[in-house]
């Protein structure tokens, strides 16, 4: 099998191709697919007729909460959080924004009225994210705080500060369990109208849930690509789920991944044979996928890990083919952008 490297997975992109802004309505966005050869232009409310019978649509069910907190220093000066766990009782984890990290056991005032002392890095000393304990006069959970005081956190490359569209629109219509901090951004697409189309072809739903942490949005900094180490993130796949996928494949239906993090939970399971826990799953060209037939996927930052996911799943030349008709097309990008369709192939 060829030896990929970083730069198999870059390409140029056009800035103004960057979504700023989701479409009008969810289902409106374009749809790419790429189930074929040749490309086809669709429309995102076309999914159900290229579906069947009998598939399994598996959608990403975590809630983003609004991880953004500002506060300042004893000392005067601002800093930022980005809350990327909730930990037992008052505890979390956050990546820390500051012109000079404080020492341990330094309380922080919070925007909105709560302290948030620091206890520490995490996982380990010389992790790089830190262990807070957050404290207010109300007694409110983390999760509470985050609501009243956070901001949604929107990814690096949107430019504008957050809106009531976003908090609105930069989630899922079935969004469930708080604790991501991205959205799972291919089922953005998904409405009430399409659903109810895609139920009426016969197409059913099944959930499991990863919280998308920030480092998503980690570039891979090394050329050789094994040595990129994965961030870690938290799944389920529910009981139900694996039935319903037992069923799917009992009767000859398709598994359709809704996201790159629904892949990563399936064959996290698959490969670890644990329903639950921690993932540093890295799928690259060659991964023999035990669980995931169809995705859907919006597309995806030059060199990125979703570069490469997509492309163990649908061929690197035929991803990169895919990707180059997207630009000349002038579709949108990332986050807020379009979607494509595509099918496994074998490993070659």
Not at 227 to 250: S, W
Not at 314 to 326: P, S
Request: with cysteine.
């Amino acid at each position: 099998m060829r030896a990929f490297t970083l730069s198999d997975f870059d390409f140029d992109l056009p800035p103004e191709l960057v979504a700023q802004h989701p479409a009008d309505e969810r289902s409106a966005s374009r749809l790419l697919d790429g189930t074929a050869a040749e490309p086809v232009d669709r429309i995102f409310r076309d999914l159900p007729t290229l579906l069947r019978a009998g598939d399994l649509l598996v959608f990403n069910d975590t809630r983003v909460v609004k991880a953004r907190l500002f506060g300042e220093k004893p000392t005067g000066g601002k800093l930022e959080l980005l809350v990327e766990r909730v930990l037992q009782g008052q505890e979390v984890v956050a990546h820390m924004k500051v012109s000079k990290k404080p020492p341990v056991g330094t309380t922080l005032a919070m925007t909105g009225g709560f302290d948030a002392t620091l206890l520490g890095r995490w996982p380990e000393e010389d992790g790089a994210l830190f262990r807070l304990r957050f404290e207010s006069p109300a007694g409110e959970d983390p999760y509470a705080l985050m609501a009243r005081c956070g901001h949604v956190p929107l990814p690096p490359y949107i430019t504008h500060d957050d809106s009531a569209e976003d908090e609105s629109r930069y989630q899922t219509v079935f969004a469930r369990v708080p604790g991501a901090v991205a959205a799972p951004t291919a089922a953005l697409h998904f409405d009430p109208p399409l659903l109810d189309a895609l139920e009426a072809r016969g197409v059913q739903r099944a959930n499991v849930t990863l919280h998308v942490g920030a480092g998503t949005f980690q570039p891979v900094k090394t050329e050789v690509i094994a040595e990129h180490q994965m961030h870690a993130e938290r799944y389920e796949v529910p009981l139900a789920t694996q039935q319903a996928i037992a069923e799917c494949k009992a009767r000859g239906g398709r598994i359709v991944a809704v996201g790159t993090t629904t892949v990563r939970t399936l064959e996290s399971w698959a490969k670890s044979g644990e329903a639950a826990g921690d993932t540093r799953i890295f799928i690259t060209p060659g991964f023999v996928f035990a669980h995931v037939d169809l995705l859907v996927t919006n597309f995806h930052l030059p060199k990125s890990t979703l570069m490469m996911l997509v492309s163990a799943l649908a061929g690197h030349d035929h991803v990169m083919a895919l990707y180059a008709h997207a630009i000349r097309e002038r579709y949108r990008f990332f986050s807020y952008g379009d979607a494509m369709l595509l099918q496994r192939t074998l490993p070659c």
